[in-house]
């Protein structure tokens, strides 16, 4: 069965701008979570939806926001970007039983300058 | 605050040799562990898990150790090969928490010399 898709893969933006990443689960998986990966930080929790509901929430500012929707799509914003938002942000994707894990899509490389 | 630590941002091992990787927590309300492995460019894919409950899970080359009292695990490869040669994440979840947070450490880079 086909995985997690995160679309777009690479996406350059500049300071101030506004973004939107897009995350298809495996088909059948209701729980969709958010990590930003930076080198030296790892990955860091940013919020997780289950049945259109955030679930669990990082600790991250207020401009990272996300939804998601009634097929479970996840979609992630990040508003007024700053340089530091630059990383790789991954999507991935569960069954909602806490302890299957995730099976985590490819990422999206976004890059602020 | 890094509830998950990898204090080795990198190891080398020949091949055929035993890769060991080591991984620290703090928070005691974790009770399940899991094991990623990534690929540049690529998302981490899971490799092994265990629960608090146990103190060693074994699957083929990989076998993961649980240390509650001194809160530690580690990952076992052997014999380690080249194709092993990735950046290895620990991962913890808060059995506490409502949802699925994982946390995270920062990954050790694992080379695996032919």
């Known amino acids: 069965k086909a995985g997690v898709t995160q679309t777009p893969r690479y996406l350059i933006k500049t300071r101030g701008q506004q973004v939107t990443l897009s995350c298809s689960p495996i088909s059948g998986h209701r729980s969709v979570s958010w990590y930003q990966q930076t080198p030296g930080q790892g990955l860091q929790f940013l919020f997780e939806y289950f049945s259109e509901t955030q679930r669990n929430k990082g600790n991250f500012p207020g401009r990272f926001s996300g939804r998601q929707f009634s097929n479970s799509r996840s979609e992630m914003n990040v508003s007024t970007l700053e340089l530091g938002d630059s990383a790789l942000y991954l999507c991935?994707?569960?069954?909602?039983?806490?302890?299957?894990?995730?099976?985590f899509g490819s990422g999206t490389r976004l890059t602020v300058v | 605050d890094q509830q998950v630590k990898q204090n080795s941002p990198s190891l080398s091992v020949q091949e055929g040799r035993i890769s060991i990787l080591n991984c620290d927590y703090t928070?005691?309300?974790?009770?399940?562990f899991l094991w990623y492995k990534k690929y540049p460019a690529e998302g981490p894919t899971f490799l092994i898990s265990i629960s608090s409950i146990k103190d060693k899970n074994e699957d083929g080359r990989f076998t993961v150790f649980l240390n509650k009292s001194a809160k530690h695990l580690s990952l076992h490869i052997v014999p380690s090969q080249p194709g092993d040669s990735a950046v290895y994440f620990c991962?913890?979840?808060?059995?506490?928490?409502?949802?699925?947070?994982?946390?995270f450490g920062t990954g050790t880079s694992l080379t695996v010399i032919p």
């Open positions: 991962a913890a979840l808060d059995g506490g928490a409502a949802g699925n947070q994982f946390y």
């Open positions: 928070n005691s309300m974790f009770d399940y």
């Open positions: 991935a994707s569960s069954s909602g039983n806490r302890h299957y894990g995730y099976t």
